[in-house]
């Protein structure tokens, strides 16, 4: 991508109504913008980036055996009316009418869609387990949306529903939701730590928050400090095995862990002070086993081995994409800006022509633009006229994880610089030393 043909509106001043750090640089790097309270659109920057943090939640939900979908953002009023959540949930939900005055809503959450759909088709435990998920927009009229997407009123959601015959089998898909989420966060570049939480309007009594620890978090959570440092599933966990899940589930849920409001004092103090985490936190995602309360009242019930009928064993799992992205920044960035995991970055690197129009800066920047492009990476080209203090300024406010600079005294040797964002390392290398680094 040559910068100048690209759309990356750049602030040079903080903007006033950004509170917190990733608020401030999503604004500034040009990733989002607000087109009323709470509502954001992602400009191509943000785009890309979300992009790549929904390919990851992607492949760990279907590594899990979930199988992906999509539902609409408009549902019905009669799919609420019948589980009894139309009234419950309350102002949060956006309700609309239609031309024929039919009460609809702006969808919060799915359970009642996903069982309907559930319903009409599956017949048999012979169809079980059933996990069904997409990636879509959700609206919650939040009382106050706040720090950008992080907490907004139109979101992006990883929403999975699992359907099983009984609670064993049900706590077995939890059991494998619990783990893609920490191969999700830890792909993500994040440590998230799964806690006890409450389940909401959502329901149930089994139910975990997964938390990143952060200063500007909303969350008060109490948890042990060991798992800051707890192993992740590998790529090669079986997810079919009963045991070997329930083994990693113990093992997460070992230790105390707990958002406030299932904070339990006494528990905690039986920590040995010196392990005693207590820190705020963003929630990142968030699992629920809720048995039958969607299946009874909608009548999503299976033939059993036994020959008779049962309502299915639900749980529901969520993330959200919109609020991992300034999380992320939360997590990895500097007084200069965003640091991206590579795993998310918008790209891989950035060529940086320190003197465009010049002959020799022009054509090593070319050369390495393409040679990086064929090769498969994400190159942003920074082909414009600006100075090479704004050049500088404007690469490491966007975080790109690898920054290759052609100036013209260096070029003239047959050399460019390659820096690395995060460490701010600068190394002196020949042209083609540069592009076989990335390439082989
Ligand atoms: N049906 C369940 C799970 S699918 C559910 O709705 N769970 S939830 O309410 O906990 O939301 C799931 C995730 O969505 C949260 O963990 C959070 O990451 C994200 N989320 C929720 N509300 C917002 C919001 N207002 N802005 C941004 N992200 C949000």
Request: aromatic share 10%; proline share 5%.
């Amino acid at each position: 991508m040559r910068l100048s043909r690209y759309f990356m509106p750049i602030l040079k001043e903080n903007p006033k109504e950004a509170e917190i750090v990733s608020h401030r640089l999503m604004l500034r790097a040009g990733m989002i913008r607000q087109q009323s309270q709470g509502i954001y659109s992602w400009l191509p920057l943000g785009k890309r980036v979300l992009d790549k943090v929904n390919a990851i939640i992607r492949d760990e939900q279907n590594r899990a055996g979930a199988i992906e979908l999509s539902m609409p953002t408009l549902q019905s009023a009669e799919l609420w009316q019948e589980s009894g959540r139309y009234d419950a949930y309350g102002k949060e939900m956006l309700r609309i009418k239609d031309r024929q005055d039919r009460p609809m809503l702006y969808g919060p959450t799915n359970e009642e869609m996903v069982t309907d759909i559930f319903r009409s088709s599956v017949k048999s435990y012979k169809d079980l387990p059933l996990n069904l998920y997409h990636i879509q927009l959700k609206f919650r009229d939040e009382i106050r949306p706040r720090f950008g997407t992080m907490r907004s009123r139109e979101f992006m959601m990883k929403d999975a529903y699992s359907f099983d015959l009984t609670r064993e089998a049900a706590e077995h898909s939890y059991n494998k939701m619990f783990a893609a989420y920490l191969r999700t966060f830890d792909r993500l570049g994040l440590r998230a730590i799964p806690m006890r939480a409450d389940t909401g309007p959502i329901g149930g009594k089994l139910s975990h928050e997964f938390i990143i620890l952060a200063d500007t978090g909303e969350s008060e959570v109490f948890c042990h400090k060991d798992f800051v440092d707890f192993d992740i599933p590998g790529e090669r966990t079986d997810f079919d095995s009963v045991e070997g899940l329930q083994a990693i589930f113990d093992k997460w849920t070992s230790l105390y862990a707990a958002t406030s409001e299932m904070h339990d004092e006494a528990a905690f103090n039986a920590v040995p002070e010196g392990d005693r985490l207590s820190a705020r936190g963003i929630e990142v995602g968030h699992i629920f086993y809720f048995g039958t309360k969607y299946s009874e009242p909608m009548g999503a019930k299976v033939q059993g081995p036994d020959g008779k009928e049962h309502f299915v064993h639900m749980g529901s799992y969520g993330i959200g994409p919109t609020r991992l992205v300034p999380a992320i920044i939360e997590a990895s960035h500097d007084d200069n800006g965003i640091i991206w995991p590579a795993s998310v970055a918008p790209f891989d690197i950035v060529v940086i022509n320190m003197k465009a129009g010049d002959q020799a800066c022009d054509d090593t920047c070319e050369l390495i633009y393409a040679a990086l492009t064929k090769a498969g990476k994400d190159v942003l080209y920074d082909d414009t006229d600006d100075r090479a203090g704004t050049k500088f300024a404007t690469a490491d406010l966007i975080g790109v994880p690898v920054q290759i600079i052609a100036g013209p005294r260096a070029v003239a040797n047959g050399e460019v610089e390659v820096k690395d964002r995060k460490t701010g390392a600068r190394e002196t290398m020949t042209i083609e030393a540069a592009i076989n680094r990335f390439v082989a």
